[in-house]
């Protein structure tokens, strides 16, 4: 038997919709709804379920995982972008409600201030770049094209950013542009005017699960930090007090990891093959040789250098075929079974070039990338590989509700010509004393490669067909055009594999920035609305219970095989056992978090509590 492999590839659906879509819903939208139903009493129960629905529609297993025609996959980009404005707006309603009942009254009258939130299931550290608003213009006041003049004019003051007690936090003021914009009030017609919008990068560190912390804009001295700044121009070097990032002359990094003091060599490896398959399973041309981006020249420029981030962008630019050659699509024709496929790669070559941008940040432990590439190429796979130099023969991936172990090794049954698996967020290799994490955004597809040490994550797959049991061509599945794929990396040693775990789930949830007024509230400028007392335990729903008021929270044993002590809170709430699907379970409430569990409880507010 020929195992198919199909492991949500989504070989040429843009892989990070899927992602987009699904932390939106379950890791923003809902977790910003169920906080905001303790401020209006109300739950949008309807509209998530419509959402929801659509997502759903897209998860069929050919589908999801890239295998089909291209007019299903065009329809289900459709179903992505409907979904994802439904749990935007949601969320923006959600924080729009919360902001209001946040304490801002400490900041100045002056000053212009804005919530920053975690919807996290644990701390996070990450960079936040927002604009805040600093001037408007009504259109009641003027002639448009004035008031834009008048707002540009202005010269801005010296700004800063400071916390609710007033003390500075060290931001970048990046620039500033005039613009139009407008709101549409609920209650009233809509209203179009000029301002200036200024942009504000900052670096949050550890912020606890479901969290927001209110900080303002405001006239003052940004003052610099006395902290070494991250790049190290002369030599192409970034370091924090983490990690030690040497980016070599070929592109690849040295990596010293240090808290344990390992070094990891030939970190951030390209390959390129040609892949003469089809939606449903990779095939390399027979004698084919990868083509790997440290073979070729590598520019490096520093984009971003501050005490708070460091970023380097590379550039490497590979020579590589331009497609498969003639027999590939005779072979399509006649149905040649992959396997069997004799094609080889065109002689012609043509420039691929990647831009990486490398990312680490004050207080992070993960090191983060983003590579851009313009895809004029046909019938090829794209790899990044993290050699760990590990001696395992297991590995350890996030799958549903679980950590899975995994054999590096296949059956003897195993008849496919690679070995990938599917993960969600992370894949791991450890041993008994230290270990290395890979995060992905939208990047499904996995290897660890013959050597049982390799990480190998896919980034991109060029094929002109479906396969499987007929010819149907997808010439759309080649993927051609601008793309940008994201993943990171995280080292630990030999008990805090869960936190590189934690940051690989997080790498898929961004911060909820919001601006506000300054004026009284009921919550304090500064909180957590629940506590997880765990570090085993991944926390994968925090919502409002179907058609009803109570809450939900769901999460599952990161280590799997160990149990592990766990605590949760929610303030002014009573929690009880419930099933997945939310019914009172028979078990009692315990303070252990058993082998393989998945927790779900059922909250409901306390007596105590007034409305």
């Known amino acids: 038997m020929v195992h198919t492999g199909k492991h949500c590839l989504c070989s040429y659906l843009p892989q990070a919709k899927n992602t987009d879509v699904q932390r939106q819903l379950e890791n923003i939208t809902e977790p910003l709804a169920t906080m905001a139903f303790d401020v209006t009493g109300e739950y949008p129960h309807d509209q998530l379920r419509y959402a929801w629905k659509l997502l759903m529609q897209n998860h069929p297993h050919d ?20 979904a994802l404005e439904v749990g935007k707006f949601l969320a923006s309603e959600a924080v729009e409600s919360l902001t209001a009942s946040i304490d801002t009254s400490l900041f100045p009258t002056d000053s212009k201030p804005f919530v920053v939130f975690n919807t996290a299931g644990s701390a996070k550290t990450g960079t936040i770049e927002t604009e805040i608003e600093w001037k408007r213009l009504p259109f009641s006041q003027g002639v448009p094209e004035e008031l834009y003049a008048q ?16 003390q500075p936090v060290t931001a970048e003021i990046l620039s500033h542009e005039v613009r139009f914009n407008y709101d549409l009030p609920k209650d009233a017609f809509r209203v179009p005017f000029m301002a200036i919008y200024v942009k504000v990068r900052l670096v949050v560190t550890d912020m606890p699960a479901v969290s927001w912390e209110s900080l303002a804009l405001t006239v003052g001295q940004n003052t610099a930090s006395a902290l070494p700044t991250i790049v190290s121009e002369a030599d192409d070097r970034l370091e924090n007090e983490f990690l030690h990032v040497k980016v070599e002359s070929n592109g690849q990094l040295t990596v010293t990891d240090k808290t344990t003091g390992i070094t990891y060599p030939n970190v951030l490896t390209y390959e390129n093959v040609g892949d003469i398959a089809n939606e449903y399973i990779f095939k390399q041309p027979e004698g084919d040789q990868a083509i790997y981006a440290h073979d070729f020249p590598a520019t490096t420029t520093v984009a971003i250098n501050t005490t708070k981030i460091g970023e380097i962008t590379l550039t490497q630019t590979l020579m590589i075929p331009v497609s498969a050659d003639e027999t590939l699509a005779e072979e399509m024709k006649a149905v040649v079974e992959m396997r069997q496929r004799k094609a080889q790669r065109s002689k012609e070559l043509a420039p691929f070039t990647l831009t990486t941008k490398i ?11 983003s590579t851009h590439f313009d895809n004029q190429m046909k019938d090829h796979r794209l790899r990044v590989l993290f050699p760990t130099n590990i001696t395992t023969d297991k590995h350890y991936a996030e799958s549903i509700f679980e950590v899975v172990e995994r054999p590096n090794g296949v059956s ?41 040490t390799t990480i190998a994550l896919t980034l991109h797959r060029s094929v002109g067909e479906l396969g499987d049991w007929g010819y149907f061509p997808t010439p759309e599945a080649q993927c051609m055009g601008e793309q940008t794929v994201a993943f990171a990396l995280a080292f630990h040693g030999a008990d805090d594999q869960n936190r590189t775990f934690h940051d690989g789930q997080n790498f898929q949830i961004p911060f909820t920035v919001a601006q506000t007024s300054a004026h009284n509230g009921r919550w304090a400028p500064k909180a957590a609305y629940l506590t997880i007392d765990s570090s085993a335990h991944a926390l994968t729903a925090l919502k409002r219970k179907e058609h009803q008021t109570e809450i939900v929270t769901r999460g599952f044993n990161l280590p799997n095989t160990a149990a592990a002590p766990l605590e949760i809170k929610i303030s002014g709430y009573t929690p009880t056992r419930c099933t997945l699907i939310e019914t009172p379970h028979e078990k009692p409430l315990s303070a252990i978090l058993e082998p393989a569990e998945i927790n779900s409880l059922l909250w409901t507010k306390s007596a105590s509590v007034n409305d």
């Open 63 to 82: 589908s999801i995982c890239g295998c089909s025609v291209d007019e299903v996959h065009r329809e289900m980009i459709t179903r992505y972008d409907k």
């Open 151 to 166: 707002l540009k004019n202005e010269t801005l003051p010296e700004l800063t950013v400071i916390d609710a007690k007033g």
């Open 359 to 369: 990312r680490l940040e004050q207080g992070s432990r993960q090191l983060k990338f």
């Open 412 to 452: 003897a049954s195993w008849e496919n010509p690679t070995n990938p698996q599917h993960q969600h967020s992370f894949v791991n290799v450890q041993d008994a004393t230290h270990g290395m994490t890979v995060s992905n955004y939208g990047l499904n597809e996995y290897e660890i490669l013959a050597d049982n």
